[in-house]
């Protein structure tokens, strides 16, 4: 069992550049959740699905992030247009259930926006 | 003001020493969870618990929804128990709301 795996681990954009980031659940969890770190804001819920159907996606900023789950071994992240304040650390979390059962995490993408 | 408030926020300790970390909710937690992120930014989960107590290993954590609080002990400190310390309370059937942290620094 190789963990939660996300990719890449760093990422550096410019300005108005694209990012994507990648996350592989546990084979067999059925819940995926994504959050985002800051030293100022803590850990940010993003958005969650499950079954891959999205659930909940109340902490996306509406307008250049959209999350997808094509299929149940992975999810996207997607920042079109990044802005400086998007740097952060992008954690993906996965459960077998889909409730607030035990969340296993990736190791993050740390995206840095200059 | 904060739905679940970690104390104290840091903490140095010897190794080999005992401490004892807290949360207290002001929402209705029906479960909780406790994590260590360790210095290269992994979210291990340590403990997930209904209204009780766990242990495993040096640690032990307890819950008590009717007082609204966990503790995370950790017996016989070791140097990589060192990183930050968070819990989070389940508000929902899927949302956590997670608490600020408790940076833990053990020294030799």
């Known amino acids: 069992n190789a963990g939660v795996i996300q990719t890449p681990r760093h990422k550096v954009t410019g300005k108005g550049q694209e990012a994507t980031l990648w996350c592989e659940p546990i084979s067999g969890h059925s819940a995926v959740f994504w959050y985002r770190q800051t030293i100022v804001q803590g850990l940010e819920f993003l958005t969650y699905f499950r079954n891959q159907a999205p659930i909940d996606d109340s902490g996306m900023p509406k307008e250049r992030f959209s999350a997808q789950m094509p299929n149940q071994s992975h999810s996207t992240l997607k920042i079109q247009s990044t802005q400086p304040q998007d740097s952060a650390v992008y954690l993906c979390?996965?459960?077998?259930?889909?409730?607030?059962?035990?969340?296993?995490f990736g190791s993050g993408t740390r995206l840095t926006v200059l | 003001g904060d739905k679940v408030k970690q104390s104290p926020s840091a903490l140095s300790l010897q190794e080999g020493t005992n401490s004892a970390l807290r949360c207290n909710f002001s929402i209705a937690a029906t479960t909780v969870q406790w994590f260590l992120q360790n210095p290269r930014g992994s979210l291990i989960n340590l403990f997930y618990?209904?209204?009780?107590?766990k242990e495993n290993g040096r640690l032990k954590s307890a819950f008590d929804s009717k007082e609204s609080y966990s503790t995370l002990h950790i017996r016989d400190a070791q140097l990589e128990d060192s990183g930050t310390y968070f819990c989070?309370?389940?508000?929902?059937?899927?949302?956590?709301?997670w608490g600020s942290g408790t940076k833990l620094i053990i020294k030799p």
């Open positions: 618990l209904v209204p009780g107590t």
């Open positions: 979390a996965s459960t077998t259930g889909g409730g607030a059962e035990t969340l296993y």
């Open positions: 989070a309370a389940e508000a929902s059937n899927y949302q956590l709301i």
